[in-house]
T-cell receptor, first 116, second 109 residues
Framework: GAVVSQHPSRVICKSGTSVKIECRSL??????MFWYRQFPKQSLMLMAT?????????EQGVEKDKFLINHASLTLSTLTVTSAHPEDSSFYIC????????????FGPGTRLTVT | GQNIDQPTEMTATEGAIVQINCTYQ??????LFWYQQHAGEAPTFLSY????GLEEKGRFSSFLSRSKGYSYLLLKELQMKDSASYLC??????????FGAGTTVTVRA
């Protein structure tokens, strides 16, 4: 149980285009989903918190107009990187908190984004 | 703000024991997680401590002292597959996780 999927697992896009990453909780309902970014040899940095049916809250320094987050249902959150640039190339990971568990978060497998 | 420190790298021999320390200064502490992460993969859950003391789970144990802002992850009977990055993360009351930079453990034969 408690499986989180991400799609796509890898994506290469050209500079200036937009990319959408999906995060799904497969066997549970997720009250809250979190989006992280991880650069090579660095730790995970929280980008934003996504709650179903409401606007995402972004961490300091993360541009909300560049990283669009939609949490349309209790099992799906999407992150759209708009007008991507090479410096946006990173490993994007989502996690989901179940409506029934306390503090544990379940992580998706991650999406490797490369912007050329 | 959150300040979480852990060593960058550790090396140990197969079959040995390694202890990874983590110190933290944080507001709104609601527990500490340890995760294992292999390169290019997402973190996998190892342990969660919210009360002081030692939690043992097979070859892995985790300890927490809230008064000292200190935790450690103990890996016993090291195996080659344990070579990975180990992340210490603190969770706040708003369910946000703050991660340390990670400790890369290399297990040698």
């Amino acid at each position: 149980g408690a499986v989180v999927s991400q799609h796509p697992s890898r994506v290469i896009c050209k500079s200036g285009t937009s990319v959408k990453i999906e995060c799904r909780s497969l066997d549970f309902q997720a009250t809250t989903m979190f989006w992280y970014r991880q650069f090579p040899k660095q730790s995970l940095m929280l980008m934003a918190t996504s709650n179903e049916g409401s606007k995402a809250t972004y961490e300091q320094g993360v541009e909300k107009d560049k990283f669009l987050i939609n949490h349309a249902s209790l099992t799906l959150s999407t992150l759209t990187v708009t007008s991507a640039h090479p410096e946006d190339s990173s490993f994007y990971i989502c996690s989901a908190r179940s409506t029934t568990t306390d503090y544990e978060q379940y992580f998706g497998p991650g999406t490797r984004l490369t912007v050329t | 703000g959150q300040n979480i420190d852990q060593p960058t790298e550790m090396t140990a021999t197969e079959g040995a024991i390694v202890q990874i320390n983590c110190t933290y200064q944080t507001s709104g502490f609601n527990g500490l997680f340890w995760y294992q992460q292999h390169a290019g993969e997402a973190p996998t859950f190892l342990s969660y401590n919210v009360l002081d003391g030692l939690e043992e789970k097979g070859r892995f144990s985790s300890f927490l002292s809230r008064s000292k802002g200190y935790s450690y992850l103990l890996l016993k009977e090291l195996q080659m597959k344990d070579s990975a990055s180990y992340l210490c993360a603190v969770i706040r009351g708003d369910y946000k996780l703050s991660f340390g930079a990670g400790t890369t453990v290399t297990v040698r034969a």
